[in-house]
């Protein structure tokens, strides 16, 4: 019996993205087309034109990505998109495709949480474990969007251990790069300034809780991010000591970066204990400093760490059909009567 072929599309944010997978790990084809370039002007992602460029582009990223597989129509066994969370009206151009398509094919739809997948991303590479090899593993999706920690028992048992109260860990650094006058996106922004600065040049605060207060929500307080803070320490540290030459702007990026790196490994630290394996998914798994530092958080706990191949850390289709191959989702009839869910969170086991 052959391998199930599915077509992904992935819509949630400002990624215009389409991929096949065979049979959960062998990713036929990933297109991801950006729009970084659209929103560069204004600091961040605009909702009107990320829904916009996702109907101008989606029908061809989908095309090529079945070019690219080098399959044809009948030869895709299912569609998989991501119907949350994210902006509503971008995750809605997705939606749409695919339930025209699976209609059309007249094959089965799967509806997927854009957070499981993230989780499913380190997985996706050719020398990567088997999720259930791993089991139980510490979950850290860390992006523009969404900052969590989540145990995973296995495909579709998550425990939410903790997760962001304000901004989530890409926001922190996008406000920060503008800031610091450095662009969009803040995180690479961040990154490359930072090359050479000195990361103990101001002591940025790391988000940590009221003193006595031990659950937030009904999750462990210790385990919660919060990044508002840094960035505000950021604001005024700016209006005392505007960045004078290169080095200070440097100096002050690294200590930035530091900040919020430290931030998401002691989290990690601390939920790690007595699990096998940190696996990490999101954009900014892409960033350096914070890989080193899990390493080293890892390593201390005799834990293996996972970490998503650069091109499955951002936004894309792979995860989201290679997680429906490996039979998640909501399927069918239930799927095609879904609507657009923003604010889906990870389903507790």
């Excluded at 391998?3 to 819509?11: D, K, Q, R």
């Excluded at 690479?188 to 930072?194: D, F, G, Q, S, T």
Aim: net charge neutral; glycine share 12%; hydrophobic share 45%.
């Amino acid at each position: 019996m052959r391998a199930m072929n599915v077509l992904g599309i992935e819509t949630s944010c400002d990624e215009t993205a389409a991929a096949v997978v065979s049979g959960g790990r062998q990713v036929r084809s990933n297109v991801v087309l950006s729009q970084v370039a659209l929103h560069r002007p204004y600091g961040g992602v605009v909702p009107e034109i990320a829904s916009r460029h996702h109907v101008e582009t989606l029908p061809g990223a989908v095309a090529q990505a079945l070019e690219a597989s080098g399959l044809g129509w009948g030869d895709i066994d299912a569609v998989a998109v991501t119907y949350g969370p994210g902006l509503a009206t971008s995750l809605l151009v997705g939606l749409a495709l695919a339930k025209g398509l699976a209609l059309s094919l007249e094959k089965p739809l799967a509806a997927i949480n854009h957070i499981e997948a993230h989780i499913y991303s380190p997985f996706l590479s050719a020398d990567a474990p088997a999720p259930e090899e791993v089991c139980p593993f510490l979950a850290l999706v860390v992006s523009g969007g969404h900052s969590l920690l989540a145990r995973v028992d296995g495909l579709g048992r998550y425990r939410v251990l903790g997760q962001t109260i304000d901004d989530a860990a890409g926001e922190a650094f996008d406000k920060g790069a503008k800031l610091l006058g450095l662009g969009y996106p803040g995180g690479p922004a961040i990154e490359r300034a930072a090359q050479g600065g000195d990361r103990r040049h101001v002591r940025f605060p790391r988000g940590r809780q009221r003193r006595g207060r031990s659950r937030f929500y009904g999750l462990d307080a210790d385990l919660c991010f919060s990044f508002s803070g840094v960035k505000t320490a950021l604001l005024y540290y700016l209006k005392e000591h505007p960045a004078a030459d290169a080095a200070a702007v440097a100096s002050v990026a690294a200590s930035y970066e530091e900040a919020l790196v430290d931030a998401l490994a002691a989290r990690c630290e601390r939920a790690l204990r007595g699990l096998r394996c940190l696996a990490v998914g999101g954009g900014v798994a892409l960033n350096r400093r914070l890989r080193e530092r899990l390493a080293e958080v890892a390593a201390a706990h005799g834990a293996r760490l996972l970490l998503p191949e650069p091109r499955y850390c951002a936004d894309n289709a792979a995860m989201i059909a290679g997680l429906a191959a490996a039979g998640r989702g909501v399927w069918g009839a239930e799927a095609l009567a879904l609507d657009a869910n923003p604010s889906l969170e990870l389903a507790p086991a």
